[in-house]
């Protein structure tokens, strides 16, 4: 009974989720995402999108990752993407996971810190895909929004571009494609300059 417990206590902790308020507003809503609706919407995107992926990928490993890779924001919280890379933040998100992890059992607690690391360093296949479908979502939310958040942070088309080019084209060139249309239109009807 102590392992369901501990299972319990994971479960329970991982609610904190949440309560992690993102940057962009979900479409047609005016209030901010959350990490974990942010979490469900990449996994069902990558599974929906697998066929895309530049390289073949084992969608049941990229699903864990998108599952489990914001719940370093549990204490870390959530950051701009095109100012988050730090390496004091990401300790912080790794010690977090490493905390959460202890209350499952060794086995999973080691494939799902692996994942984590592997979606983190974004070298394989799997990561490549996961990384590149991470980053939807937020520019979806945005084309839809007007710009709202890019404006609120001073987002430029160039930062845009530049750090969304490389991670969707490196797990999905057409996906990236897609995307890229999306975003000059964005550019033409004002919402990203």
């Excluded at 993102?22 to 599974?47: D, F, T």
């Excluded at 988050?84 to 912080?92: H, I, P, R, V």
């Excluded at 994942?115 to 939807?136: C, H, Q, V, Y």
Aim: charged letters at 30%; aromatic letters at 6%.
């Amino acid at each position: 009974m102590q392992a369901i417990g501990n299972i319990l206590t994971f479960i329970t902790e991982i609610e904190k989720l949440k309560d992690i308020q993102r940057k962009s507003r979900p479409i047609g809503l005016k209030r901010y995402e959350n990490s974990a609706e942010h979490s469900w919407h990449v996994a069902l995107s990558a599974l929906v999108l697998k066929d895309y992926a530049n390289e073949p990928v084992n969608i049941e490993r990229v699903i864990k990752m998108m599952l489990i890779h914001d719940l370093g924001e549990i204490e870390a919280g959530d950051t701009i993407i095109y100012s988050s890379e730090t390496a004091e933040l990401k300790s912080k998100e790794k010690t977090c996971i490493a905390k959460l992890f202890t209350n499952i059992q060794p086995d999973l607690k080691d494939e799902l810190l692996v994942l984590w690391e592997e979606f983190e360093t974004g070298k394989s296949a799997d990561a490549k895909f996961a990384k590149a479908i991470d980053r939807l979502p937020p520019l979806l939310h945005n084309i839809h929004d007007e710009g709202h958040g890019w404006k609120k942070h001073g987002i430029t088309k160039e930062q845009v571009f530049a750090l969304n080019s490389a991670r969707i084209g490196a797990g999905s060139e057409k996906l990236w494609s897609a995307v890229e249309q999306k975003l000059n239109k964005a550019v033409e009807d004002g919402f990203l300059s």
